[in-house]
């Protein structure tokens, strides 16, 4: 474990340098303020799979805010407030059943090695996830990146909004909300970048259809 936590350290830290975290965070400063809040409660628990820089759930207004990562880095990224678990995206044991509000994950699932760790993954949300609590899943979407989806080392297993929505349903959720096109590829993408044009993209889903190459997929666990 140790060597592969060294591993995401080393990685995350050539991806990204830090003016380019910094854009992140401003970003998702934009992206929880006017689009994602309206699906978590402001007295949510809420879990962040695959945090990273922790840039959701950081800015998300909840009660409750908890980041799962094997990422070292994830606990210097977190801000105060923000609990921090070391744990497979599979077996969250410190996360009880039906006691979270919204689970989150956001370029996350592709870095799985098979499509039955996704699966399991989208199983052991249903199991966190309160009755009426929602999965909220943003991911590139293949179809619309045949080539760039590879240029990433550690992307290993393709997804189109098409098969993600099969595999919630597979996990016992039930599909709310699908836009195959959301947003641009990556932080890394011409437009948007300032937070004044994320604003402005937000506001023309028409754009989207041009733009987005990421898929948004939102899920309820059944009452």
Same mark, same amino acid.
């Given at each position: !474990?140790?060597?592969i936590?060294?591993?995401?350290d080393?990685?995350?830290r050539?991806?990204?340098s830090d003016?380019? #975290? ?7 400063q934009?992206?929880? $303020?006017q ?6 409660p @402001?007295?949510?628990r809420v ?8 840039e959701f759930?950081n800015?998300?207004? @909840?009660?409750?805010?908890?980041? =799962? ?5 994830? !606990?210097?990224?977190?801000?105060? /407030?923000?609990? #921090? ?5 599979t077996?969250?044991a ?7 509000? %919204?689970?989150?994950m ?10 039955? *760790?996704?699966?399991?993954?989208? $199983?052991?949300? @249903?199991? !966190?996830?309160?009755p /009426?609590?929602?999965?909220? =899943? ?6 619309f ?8 080392f550690?992307?290993?297993?393709? *997804?189109?909004?098409?098969? &993600?929505?099969e %595999?919630?349903?597979?996990? /016992? ?9 959301? *947003? ?5 993408? $011409?437009?948007?970048q300032?937070p004044? *044009? #994320?604003?402005?993209?937000? $506001?023309?889903? &028409?754009?989207?259809?041009?733009l987005?190459?990421? @898929?948004?997929?939102v %899920?309820r666990?059944?009452?």
């Amino acid at each position: !474990m140790e060597h592969i936590n060294t591993s995401l350290d080393r990685l995350y830290r050539h991806r990204f340098s830090d003016s380019e #975290v910094a854009s992140k965070k401003r970003i998702w400063q934009v992206l929880c $303020r006017q689009y994602f809040s309206k699906f978590v409660p @402001a007295d949510a628990r809420v879990v962040d799979l695959g945090a990273g820089y922790c840039e959701f759930i950081n800015h998300i207004d @909840a009660t409750d805010k908890i980041a =799962i990562d094997l990422n070292p880095d994830t !606990m210097r990224f977190a801000a105060p /407030g923000v609990r #921090v678990i070391n744990e497979s995206c599979t077996n969250v044991a410190s996360v009880p059943s039906d006691s979270v509000d %919204a689970v989150f994950m956001s370029n996350f699932l592709e870095h799985l090695p098979s499509k039955q *760790l996704v699966l399991d993954t989208l $199983r052991e949300t @249903a199991r !966190m996830l309160r009755p /009426g609590g929602r999965a909220i =899943i943003l991911q590139p979407n293949i179809r619309f990146l045949p080539g760039e989806y590879w240029d990433y080392f550690d992307h290993h297993t393709p *997804l189109t909004d098409r098969s &993600l929505v099969e %595999a919630v349903v597979l996990a /016992g959720l039930e599909p709310e909300e699908v836009v195959p096109r959301f *947003l641009p590829y990556t932080t890394k993408s $011409r437009l948007p970048q300032a937070p004044w *044009l #994320v604003s402005l993209y937000l $506001r023309i889903p &028409l754009v989207w259809r041009v733009l987005g190459k990421q @898929a948004l997929v939102v %899920a309820r666990k059944p009452r």
